[in-house]
């Protein structure tokens, strides 16, 4: 099994629709973080979390929110789709200090029509 | 301002050539720098990072990377590309008190036989 999972792989939803995209991870990192790609864009971060009681806001966290509900899961959460919210979402997870150990999920492929 | 800067946005090399694709960074403390690979439709793979040491650092898949502090620049290598190097290629540099990682938009190499 994959260090950190993401699931759906793929997901087609309306406009206006509410979705969860899921994360959950076997490395035993306390941080864990949602980033999205857009082409020519590259990463970006959407919200972090340190731990279960600390989130944190990114550059980009307007239409989302997130959920940590224990140290290994970390959902991000659209309440309300709309199609330029299209795009390649990832989660990540890391140790406390340092940059040690940067793990990257497979990605979620998202399309709002 | 935290940034990363990828000036090519598109490459083409011919197959055996040597490849060099540019980056440069602005970043306030010691940075921690990173080289992602990603194929179509595929996730993010680690090809190599730099966190102290020897400035020049060896990854896998034969890339190599320098970082340069003066010039504020960690350039990847190869000496002779091959036809599956053909993908998109981010720099990332990361780091302080919260690990967050700060992505260039990427250079897209095509690989002619």
């Known amino acids: 099994d994959a260090d950190v999972t993401q699931t759906p792989r793929n997901r087609i939803t309306k406009t206006g629709k509410r979705i969860m995209l899921e994360c959950s991870q076997t490395?035993?990192?306390?941080?864990m973080y949602w980033y999205r790609q857009d082409p020519g864009l590259g990463l970006r971060l959407i919200y972090y979390?340190?731990?279960?009681?600390?989130?944190n806001k990114g550059e980009i966290s307007d239409g989302y929110s997130v959920s940590r509900q224990a140290q290994a899961k970390f959902s991000l959460s659209l309440e309300s789709a709309i199609p330029n919210q299209t795009a390649l979402y990832f989660c990540?997870?890391?140790?406390?200090?340092?940059?040690?150990?940067?793990?990257f999920g497979s990605g979620t492929r998202l399309t709002v029509v | 301002a935290q940034s990363v800067t990828q000036p090519d946005i598109h490459i083409t090399v011919s197959e055996g050539a040597s490849l060099e694709l540019r980056c440069n960074y602005s970043?306030?403390?010691?940075?921690?720098l990173f080289w992602y690979v990603q194929s179509p439709g595929q996730g993010l793979q680690l090809l190599l990072k730099y966190f102290s040491g020897d400035t020049l650092v060896q990854g896998i898949k034969g890339f190599e990377a320098e970082f340069k502090r003066s010039q504020s620049s960690f350039n990847l290598r190869k000496p002779s590309v091959h036809w599956s190097d053909a993908a998109e290629y981010f720099c990332?540099?990361?780091?302080?008190?919260?690990?967050?990682?700060?992505f260039g938009t990427g250079t897209l190499l095509a690989v002619q036989p």
């Open positions: 490395k035993g990192h306390d941080r």
């Open positions: 979390s340190f731990d279960v009681k600390d989130i």
């Open positions: 970043y306030g403390a010691t940075p921690y």
């Open positions: 990540a997870t890391s140790e406390g200090q340092g940059m040690v150990g940067y793990t």
């Open positions: 990332a540099v990361g780091g302080g008190a919260t690990n967050k990682l700060i």
